[in-house]
């Protein structure tokens, strides 16, 4: 097993654009979390995944972002009308169930200018 | 809502003095509680976990962490540190009552100093 693959690793985009981030889960696990890290700070939570369905979107998200997880395996996160303060590092991590812990990706870099 | 307080954002050590990492957290339900670490230029690992059973929990690497219900504390120990365990240590809480949302602290630099 590969774990979890994030791509692209780095992003660069101009105020205004839209991106899209892509999340390889480890196969064998049912769930998928997206979270937001800045400098200085702990992840933060976005949104959440069993299988195909999202079961829960943080508060902090805005209407800009959006998640899918067709078919149960890979997940997208898309930001529209990308903003500075949208520059993060966004990672996606995987799990079996919470005992098990979360294996994380390495993460993919947004900078917004 | 949970929540996790790491009051040291920066803790510098001499390579093998003993260190003490400390993590708190504010829940009205039971929770398991972790250390994740993540090396420079390196994504976060698990470092270990506290699900039930004895409050002491140990990782592979000499680290220890301890539950302490009363003090709602989960402070991160190792007797004697390396080189190599420079590293920003997050300390995370989830609900038992909740189906998987864990929630990280804000982090602790460890510096180790030769």
């Known amino acids: 097993d590969t774990g979890v693959s994030q791509n692209p690793r780095h992003k660069i985009t101009k105020r205004g654009q839209n991106v899209t981030f892509r999340c390889d889960p480890i196969?064998?696990?049912?769930?998928l979390y997206w979270y937001r890290q800045t400098l200085g700070q702990g992840p933060e939570f976005l949104t959440y995944?069993?299988?195909?369905?999202?079961?829960?979107k943080s508060r902090l998200l805005s209407d800009r972002f959006s998640a899918e997880r067709p078919k149960g395996s890979f997940s997208t996160l898309e930001i529209q009308r990308t903003e500075q303060g949208d520059s993060a590092m966004y990672l996606c991590?995987?799990?079996?169930?919470?005992?098990?812990?979360?294996?994380f990706g390495s993460g993919t870099r947004l900078t917004v200018v | 809502a949970q929540s996790v307080t790491q009051l040291d954002s920066q803790v510098p050590v001499f390579e093998e003095a003993p260190v003490e990492l400390r993590c708190n957290y504010s829940s009205s339900v039971s929770v398991y509680l972790f250390w994740y670490v993540q090396y420079p230029n390196q994504g976060l690992q698990l470092l270990l976990k506290y699900l039930s059973g004895s409050t002491l929990v140990e990782s592979i690497n000499g680290f220890e962490a301890e539950f302490n219900k009363s003090q709602t504390s989960f402070h991160l120990r190792k007797p004697s540190v390396h080189i190599s365990d420079t590293a920003e240590y997050f300390c995370a809480v989830s609900l038992k009552t909740s189906y998987d949302k864990v929630i990280f602290g804000p982090g602790t630099s460890l510096s180790v100093i030769p």
């Open positions: 995944f069993q299988n195909e369905a999202q079961l829960e």
């Open positions: 196969s064998e696990h049912n769930r």
């Open positions: 991590a995987s799990s079996s169930g919470i005992p098990y812990g979360y294996t």
